[in-house]
């Protein structure tokens, strides 16, 4: 079974500092790891993914992650915020028949 | 190269009645899923079709059930209405069956019951 766990519902960053959002899978076989982000009543747009390859990845708008065996991790980290980045932060790992399973997602606010 | 389209935005309906929905995925994709989002259940997923047949299906109801055509147009249908199923309904498309094939999210439906 494949599982998401984000630590944090809510994050406060201010503009130019480090966005760290944490990420923990769960999975019994190789996992394809996503990033979505949200914004108000939009849908999810893809900002990275890993599936096999290079551990760090990098996304959309400065957005990168590493994949970390060891730790079972898959942070989403940019190094310097801005304020269009201010949404909602879904970590997600596929499963068969392409069910994607969601953590319950984290709240950027990015402070002027 | 559009993106996923979803019909309508926004419904109202009132207990009991049944609606429709509407998902026109990216040209070329033939995988179609269906997720509600719910600020306290958060992303479920609902259920996925290929090639017109259902391959996966989530831990809802027989109330809510969906169709893809041949064009993989897909279409799901949540038959008498609670006020429970008030939530965001988004649909993706995926080029392929693959778990390493992202999803493309539409805008979304939203949809509140009263």
């Known amino acids: 079974a494949q599982s998401v766990t984000q630590l944090g519902s809510h994050v406060s960053v201010s503009e130019g500092a480090l966005v760290l959002l944490r990420c923990n899978y769960s999975?019994?076989?190789?996992?394809?790891l996503f990033w979505y982000v949200q914004y108000p009543n939009q849908g999810l747009q893809l900002l990275l993914k890993?599936?096999?390859?290079?551990?760090l990845v990098k996304g959309i708008n400065g957005f990168e992650a590493e994949f970390k065996k060891s730790e079972t991790s898959f942070h989403l980290t940019k190094p310097s915020a801005h304020m269009s980045d201010a949404a909602e932060y879904f970590c997600?790992?596929?499963?068969?028949?392409?069910?994607?399973?969601f953590g319950t997602g984290t709240s950027l606010t990015v402070i002027p | 190269k559009a993106g996923v389209t979803q019909t309508p935005r926004y419904l109202i309906k009132t207990r009991g009645q049944q609606v429709t929905l509407s998902c026109s995925p990216i040209?070329?994709?033939?995988?179609v899923s269906w997720y509600q989002q719910t600020p306290g259940q958060g992303l479920q997923f609902l259920f996925e079709?290929?090639?017109?047949?259902?391959?996966n299906k989530g831990n809802f109801p027989g109330r809510f059930s969906g169709r893809q055509f041949s064009n993989s147009r897909s279409e799901m249908n949540v038959s008498t209405l609670e006020l429970g199923d008030s939530a965001l309904y988004l649909c993706?498309?995926?080029?392929?069956?693959?778990?390493?094939?992202?999803?493309?999210f539409g805008q979304g439906t939203r949809l509140t019951v009263v």
């Open positions: 040209s070329g994709h033939r995988s």
């Open positions: 993706a498309s995926s080029l392929g069956p693959g778990k390493e094939a992202e999803a493309f």
């Open positions: 890993y599936t096999t390859g290079a551990t």
């Open positions: 999975s019994s076989v190789p996992p394809y």
């Open positions: 997600a790992v596929s499963g068969a028949g392409n069910q994607f399973y």
């Open positions: 079709y290929f090639s017109e047949t259902q391959r």
